[in-house]
């Protein structure tokens, strides 16, 4: 099973960009479908961003599209979330998840999900 670590979260202004990184450890990350979700104080858990085990088939929540860019590099073993045009809304702890399976998924039923990391966004 793959093992996931996020990286790349911080505080920013509004406006601003951050790239999230998640580096999968483990087997064959190249058969695993990718995932970003995110979960704000007090929120649930939110799907954010998927992609397709090539990287040629992406999919995004509608309150991030035409912001955020979700790629993969199979050689790095590593998936990107490239956020730009931040919002003090897209505050919250960002996740990324691997699952075998690529398209609307349950997250409870993901493989493998990484500890997250912090994004925040001031006014």
């Known amino acids: 099973q793959v093992q996931l670590v996020e990286s790349g979260g911080g505080l920013v202004q509004a406006g601003g960009s951050l790239r999230l990184s998640c580096a999968a450890s483990?087997?064959?990350?190249?058969?695993?479908?990718m995932y970003w979700f995110r979960q704000a104080p007090g929120k649930e858990r939110e799907f954010v961003a998927r992609?397709?085990?090539?990287?040629?088939?992406?999919y995004y929540a509608d309150s991030v599209k035409g912001r955020f860019t979700i790629s993969r590099d199979n050689a790095k073993n590593t998936v990107y979330l490239q956020m730009n045009g931040l919002k003090p809304e897209d505050t919250a702890v960002y996740h990324c998840?691997?699952?075998?399976?690529?398209?609307?998924?349950?997250?409870?039923?993901?493989?493998?999900w990484g500890q997250g990391t912090l994004v925040t966004v001031s006014s």
């Open positions: 992609v397709n085990w090539g990287g040629g088939s992406t």
């Open positions: 483990g087997r064959a990350f190249s058969s695993y479908a």
């Open positions: 998840a691997a699952d075998r399976v690529y398209g609307l998924r349950n997250p409870d039923a993901l493989d493998a």
